[in-house]
């Protein structure tokens, strides 16, 4: 297996891959900055294919970090990887929430339950739990779903990762009294992202991508205030199709 | 006999579009052109950033596959990528650069951004291949009203550009005052055809002024009249008729005085606002035997992936290239573009 892994849903892009058999090796690249995804990503692919001495026309998989996050961001990873695949149809693509490719990066030991939040802004967050235990599984306890942070008292996790406004992380950590991954150190990174490539509970394929589309998380604000106004999904939108 | 397959990508605004132009020893042959309009903005009276590029992502693999299947060909017959880079909003930009820049470096083949100004300049040349340089364009859209000198593909001279709204903005407003469907130029065009001219009397601004223009008054005054009016139902017609005129009749001036002063023969009228008939026959009928009027099909005038690979080939021949770091550009002079 040759895989690939592309992030870019926050400020840090991040390319990692991994060729398998033999010892195996790995390579990954990350440039911080959200307006320079753009310009970056194929150069950056292009890179991390040179040094594991491949190309594109041998890699198997892509695995795309697939939301909440930037919805540029997601649209440069996700329209990037649709076109990649569409010369060559062998790569199998998969995708995984990035608050999962969160956790994989969050080096937490073997089976522990780990609390990711992220700021969803408006004072809102997106929260999902995982019993983590790479390279064997990854469990789903909770999926990604916009929250308060009144509503995360249920369960007290291993490890909370954490990348939201200082006082929301001070006052979860002081509720949980656990280790706690911030900062830099929480962010999704292509390289844990590529641990979750053909792990049972992780990256999930994509069987249909012309038809697949980023978790946005929420919807354009125009769609929400017209839908609130109007009490019915807006016509020629996703939610409409059913 | 040398044979070339440019496919062409748009997606600057609110179509998501592609194209496959054939070159046969440098004849430029369209061989499909797929244009999907999102009909979800005209809910809201205009384009809706965000949805927009929501709606590029979901639809630009099959409508790139389409206009391959259309024109026979499989992605690795293709010689070269050519896509929008701007001007035009960043996020819908984005979906269709990306898409490029991925086939192109997947394909291994060229990848060029072009101006989409440029390609609505080279938009004629698909169904007029005699159709050459020099001559005087009016590029009036939604966005832009541009009055420019081509003096040669690659040179253009800016003779005047709007101060305030574009034409096609200006035709969208009156038709949201007049209660017409975004986008209102085809509305207006219709409704205008069956008022009575010269019951309102709009301004022409700028009329013999230089070559620039503006619309942000002529606007005013026909919201004035909207609220004056006691029947609006009895005068929508005759102030889409006498808007019309004043909007045409600028136009027309500004690009017949610059087409004659200049001496060129030809007047080429580019962008969603050259489908308007009575302006291009105005503009004929102006110029007389003085110079020809060049334009397209509406297909072809409106935003299309067409005049993208129009503009591509010519680039592509040149030997330009884009690096893969090309980035979208909201706004931006023409390529070789030359002020006074």
Known sequence: MIALAIETTTDRLSVAGRVDGGEGRTAARALDGARRHAAALIPLIDEVLSELGTTLPAVTDIAIADGPGSFTGLRVGASTVKALVRTHRQIRVSAASTLMVRAAGAGAPHGAVVLVVTSALRGELYAATYLVDLPNTVTTIKAPTLATPESLHAQRPDLLVADAPEKLVERLADQFQVPLVRGAASLPMAKALLSLVAVPGGAVPIEELDDWEPSYGRPAEAQAKWEAAHGRALPDTPSDRG | ?340
Request: glycine share 12%.
């Open chain 2, 1 to 340: 006999m040398a044979t070339r397959r440019i496919l062409g990508i748009e997606t600057s605004c609110d179509e998501t579009s592609a194209a496959v132009l054939r070159l046969e020893d440098g004849r430029p042959i369209l061989d499909s052109l797929v244009i999907l309009s999102q009909d979800v903005h005209r809910i809201f009276g205009g384009v809706v950033p965000e949805l927009a590029s929501r709606e590029h992502l979901r639809t630009i693999g099959p409508v790139v596959d389409r206009a391959l299947a259309e024109a026979g060909i499989g992605a690795t017959q293709l010689d070269g990528i050519a896509v929008t880079a701007g001007p035009g909003l960043v996020g819908a930009l984005l979906v269709g650069l990306m898409y490029g820049k991925g086939l192109a470096y997947g394909l291994g083949r060229p990848l060029i951004g072009i101006h989409h100004h440029e390609g609505h300049l080279f938009a004629p040349t698909l169904e007029d291949p005699r159709l050459a340089p020099p001559f005087v364009a009016l590029l009036v859209s939604g966005g832009h009203t541009l009055l420019l000198d081509v003096e040669a593909w690659g040179r253009y001279r800016l003779l005047g550009q709007t101060q305030d709204d574009a034409a096609g903005e200006a035709f969208d407003k009156v038709g949201t005052l007049l209660g017409l469907s975004y986008p209102a130029g085809a509305a207006i065009e219709r409704l205008a055809a069956t008022g009575t001219p010269g019951r309102f009397t709009f301004p022409r601004p700028m009329l013999k002024q230089g070559w620039h223009f503006s619309f942000s008054g002529l606007k005013t005054a026909v919201l004035r009249a909207v609220r004056a009016s006691d029947d609006l139902e009895r005068d929508r017609a005759d102030i889409a008729r006498d808007f019309q005129d004043a909007a045409i009749d600028v136009l027309v001036e500004k690009t017949a005085r610059a087409t004659l002063e200049l001496g060129r023969d030809t007047a080429v009228l580019a962008g969603g606002v050259a489908c308007n008939r009575a302006l291009a026959q105005a503009l004929s009928a102006r110029l007389g035997s003085a110079a020809r009027v060049a334009t397209a099909s509406p297909r072809l005038n409106t935003d299309n992936a067409a005049m993208i690979a129009a503009a591509g080939a010519w680039r592509l021949g040149l030997g330009e290239r884009s690096e893969f770091t090309l980035e979208p550009f909201d706004s931006g002079p023409l390529p070789g573009l030359l002020r006074d």
